[in-house]
């Protein structure tokens, strides 16, 4: 087999260790494996003698064979050699891979374990085949890993070779390896795609090699199956629109204004159709005024930091919001639960990160959460959603930047312009919808962009108005999923339900300043669309302010 032609897409690493393997038969796990629909194995074995790893070899080449498929051989060239198998993989402290072709010849696989760009550059220059990229995530398999990279770690290395002059480092494969199994490997892949627009990483994964998900589970032909299945198929959360559009940059569209108008209603009416659940996981001090606000808009409020139901309630196809606001090491593992719940049915999750740049220790979380699942929507303050980008991999220096001082957005760093490049390079990289709030808002999907001017000065003396906008976005999103309709029409939608009722409330005559204002913005966020029902359209076209 050329090693050009090979599958590396589910690449199977062995394991003897009794934790792993259990008292089972290697052999017969790698056959079931094989069943199951693995693309490449590695045989590897840091105990066995030479003669019995020979042995064990030569019957794993045989089922390899049967089933079409390339067997490696874990750091020994000479027990690739005697077995005849197709190549061999070479950790950074086993034989060199210039060595390894030396002895192996052209024609048989090579492939190397790299952490860095540097090494990723010498094992290519030595004439790997491909590299396996890791550690991804912290692994019990392989505690004495020098590195967890992180999927963006993985995407630095990625990026290196996509943008090499030289042909044979652009085209070389790649497999990320650590802790990949089925509640992430979709995330994994999805994450480590490269866009077809607005390219941030010129180079995709390849695929994904894992020892414990298989070795060590209890069907490993089922788990093959299972991991072959989410691997080819789109994740539940990638639900976003095929169409380029062209991006959304209008005061004087009509035909857009009138669009964004008519999804606006019919958004709205989707949201009081359907009465999805909004899962907030939230601070305390909002619990209240957002159970209040998703009620007002038509939506299900259910107030739970509990990880443990987590999964429960994302099968009853809401939203979640996760608000940064308390990132204690508790609440930190009770969002990561939530996020792989929500992420194993496709249920839409907003992440607010509340005070992200405060202080090192919410950096760190927010590292954190990205890194445990993918988010429909990230929604923030201008520092906020800096430190998101920051979090997820872009460079960004700015000359007149403080640090941020509590959860004020304070005065603006960035022009609109700037806005927009930043929130839809993040966007294109997450693959989601990232939105800066502000005075004037502006959200992006990486595809489209759109800046909103609709609101009020009060929502910045209220506590909760940027948790709740959250609650109100997750129901949108969660709505517009039932439906099957596009998201970022939705979210456009979420925030004129929420920002147009908050000027409506802020000139009721009733209303005197901040305090008088909240009472009057959860009237308002029940009423909205429902006084207007003669000509829906024509009042929404009037308020908006895009
Ligand atoms: C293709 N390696 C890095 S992490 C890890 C291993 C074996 C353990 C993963 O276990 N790339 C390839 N082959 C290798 N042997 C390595 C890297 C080294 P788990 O999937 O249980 O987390």
């Not at 979090?391 to 007149?400: D, E, H, M, Q, R």
Request: aromatic share 4%.
């Amino acid at each position: 087999m050329a090693p050009a032609a090979v599958d590396y897409s589910l690449y199977l690493v062995t394991d003897s260790t009794p934790a792993i393997l259990g008292d089972r038969d290697l052999v017969e796990v790698v056959e079931q494996a094989l069943q199951g629909g693995v693309t490449i194995v590695q045989l590897r074995e840091k105990t066995a003698d030479t003669g019995e790893l020979i042995k064990i070899g030569k019957a794993l080449h045989e089922k390899c064979k049967q089933h079409g498929i390339p067997l490696l051989i874990n750091d020994r060239v000479d027990v690739a050699l005697a077995v005849g198998c197709e190549g061999v993989h070479v950790g950074q402290d086993d034989m060199n891979v210039a060595t390894a072709r030396q002895l192996l010849g052209p024609d048989k696989i090579i492939g190397a374990t790299v952490s860095s760009i540097e090494e990723a550059r010498i094992a290519v220059e030595r004439g790997a085949d491909y590299l396996g990229i890791g550690t991804l995530y912290a692994t019990n398999t392989k505690k004495n890993t020098k590195d967890i990279l992180g999927i963006n770690g993985i995407r630095k290395i990625l990026h290196y070779l996509g943008i090499s002059e030289d042909e044979k480092t652009r085209n070389i494969k790649t497999v990320c390896i650590g802790g990949v199994n089925a509640s992430n490997v979709q995330n994994v892949i999805y994450q480590l795609l490269a866009p077809s627009l607005s390219n941030p990483e010129p180079k995709s994964i390849d695929g994904v090699a894992v020892v414990s998900a298989i070795v060590g589970a209890s069907d490993p032909s089922k788990a093959s199956q299972n991991l072959h299945k989410l691997i080819t198929s789109p994740p539940p959360f990638s639900s976003r629109t095929s169409s380029l559009n062209p991006p959304i940059w209008h005061d004087d569209n009509a035909a857009e204004l009138d669009n964004i108008a008519s999804t606006a209603i019919t958004s709205l009416a989707a949201v009081r159709k359907h009465s999805p659940l909004s899962h907030n996981m939230t601070n305390l001090v909002v619990q209240n005024f957002a159970a209040s606000v998703a009620l007002a808009i038509g939506a299900s409020p259910i107030m739970s930091n509990n990880g443990a139901e987590a999964l429960d309630l994302a099968n009853l196809g809401g939203g979640l919001v996760i608000n940064m606001g308390t990132a204690t090491p508790d609440a930190l593992n009770n969002h990561r639960l939530a996020i792989s719940a929500y992420n194993s049915v496709g249920g839409p999750i907003v992440l607010d990160p509340v005070g992200a740049g405060a202080t090192s220790a919410r950096r760190s979380a927010l590292s954190f959460l990205l890194a445990s699942g993918h988010f429909s929507l990230i929604k923030g303050n201008e520092r906020e959603i800096l430190s998101v980008a920051r979090a997820s991999g872009f460079t960004l220096s700015l000359p007149n930047e403080q640090q941020q001082k509590g959860v004020d957005s304070g005065d603006s760093l960035f022009t609109l312009e700037q806005k927009a490049y930043i929130v839809s390079r993040i966007a294109a990289r997450e693959r989601n919808i990232v939105l800066m709030t502000g005075a004037t808002d502006v959200l992006s999907d990486g595809y489209r962009t759109c800046a909103i001017r609709n609101g009020h000065e009060y929502l910045g003396l209220i506590t909760g108005s940027g948790c709740t906008l959250g609650t109100t976005l997750a129901s949108y999103l969660a709505a517009a999923k039932k439906e099957g309709s596009d998201a970022f029409y939705a979210a456009v939608a979420g925030i004129l339900h929420y920002e147009i009722a908050a000027e409506r409330a802020a000139s009721a005559p009733s209303v005197k300043g901040p305090g008088t204002f909240i009472p009057a913005f959860i009237d308002s966020l029940y009423h909205y669309g429902r006084d207007e029902s003669e000509a829906p359209l024509s009042w929404l076209r009037s308020a908006l302010k895009v």
